[in-house]
């Protein structure tokens, strides 16, 4: 019996040594075997090699984070030489560009989460697999999405990298911890729940669709849920990418992120809430009547009491950018709607008007 256990220890001692060489495997695999489908730790993932993954979009090294998609220009999100350990770029310290929000509607569940996950920053941040990735981890705001509209914005605060990071909606019937001995797409994998992946692709269903370009460390992904006409629009870096789904009324839904990137974290920066009103839709078309400028409310001859109380209840709707630079794909819904952010919002104020 003792020898058996000496020869447990010695187990113990070469595999905890192969723990430590993870990070100099994912270089090797990035640079040397970048079709094999590994995860930055080493581990192999037979989850997600779908053929026809290749076909939507380019092959991206998993083991490579993506650079060169951050909101902002501070040095530690722009491009950087490789460096010898993947994990070494976690170590920077977190830029506050686009955070200058006070109040958040929502904030992470820390009772609805998959067991790899930490929550720092008042629950707003919500850190990945802390050593090592063997799965899928998820988790959900902390407050049902009710009637009305809802906009909130996702700061990737680490690399992005691995299987997938994603952001999205899901209904409370999806299972954070299902996958967490499994490398996958979570988010979009069966009916209750919409996600946007890192590398550009909508999920719904188990269905891919291309909808924009990547993001990755620094991006700011923004999420529009709106339950009144039942659409759901994603934003990156402030500018709208497209409607990712319509006919979403009489849902109930929550906000929803998950990644398989091994010390990977994303930050919540603007939770936002507010009732479907004459009030909401007359800044909401303002907003459409004047997208070039930063904030609607810097041009409107308003007295300045009215302009602090619009700020305050519905500034998020005035600052918004639905000006797109190119179509986005068809949705993942299967909707007749146009896919552009301003022509179907538009198409149904005027059925609205024509209504009344």
């Known amino acids: 019996m003792a020898r058996r256990t000496r020869s447990s220890r010695a187990w113990h001692f070469v595999l905890s040594g192969v723990r430590r060489e993870a990070d100099t495997r994912a270089v090797a695999l990035a640079t040397g075997a970048r079709g094999w489908g590994y995860d930055s730790d080493g581990q192999h993932s037979d989850s997600d090699s779908e053929p026809e993954f290749s076909t939507l979009s380019p092959s991206i090294p998993s083991a490579i984070p993506v650079t060169g998609e951050s909101y902002c220009n501070c040095e530690n999100q722009s491009e950087a030489p490789y460096c010898s350990s993947l994990h070494a770029l976690h170590r920077v310290k977190d830029c ?77 019937d999806v299972n954070l911890d299902k996958y967490r001995h499994t490398f996958c797409s979570l988010l979009g994998k069966d009916e209750d729940s919409w996600g946007l992946s890192y590398t550009g692709l909508l999920h719904h269903k188990g269905d891919k ?53 091994a010390k990977s974290s994303m930050k919540v920066i603007r939770s ?13 078309r303002l907003r459409q009547l004047l997208p070039d400028y930063v904030d609607t409310l810097e041009v409107l001859p308003l007295p300045p ?40 919002a538009e198409a149904c104020q005027r059925k609205r008007c024509r209504r009344t």
């Open 96 to 172: 506050q560009c686009g955070e200058e929000d006070e109040y958040f509607d929502w904030v992470w569940d820390d009772l609805n989460k998959s067991t790899a996950t930490l929550l720092t920053c008042d629950n707003r941040k919500v850190n990945f697999h802390m050593e090592y990735s063997c799965g899928t981890a998820a988790i959900r705001g902390n407050k049902e999405l009710a009637d009305g509209q809802h906009f909130w914005e996702i700061k990737m605060t680490s690399p992005v990298y691995g299987t997938d990071m994603m952001v999205g909606i899901g209904t409370s």
């Open 209 to 261: 669709t291309n909808f924009s370009s990547r993001f990755g460390q620094g991006s700011i992904i923004g999420v529009h849920l709106d339950t009144w006409h039942g659409r759901l629009t994603f934003f990156k870096n402030r500018k709208c990418i497209g409607v990712a789904a319509t006919k979403l009324q009489n849902k109930k839904f929550y906000p929803m992120v998950c990644s398989t990137a």
């Open 272 to 284: 936002c809430a507010s009732c479907t009103s004459l009030q909401y839709l007359c800044c909401y």
């Open 305 to 344: 009491g009215l302009k602090q109380v619009l700020h305050n209840k519905l500034g998020w709707v005035l600052s918004m950018n639905y000006s797109t630079s190119k179509p986005s794909s068809s949705s993942s819904s299967g909707s007749d709607s146009d896919s552009s952010c301003g022509s179907d």
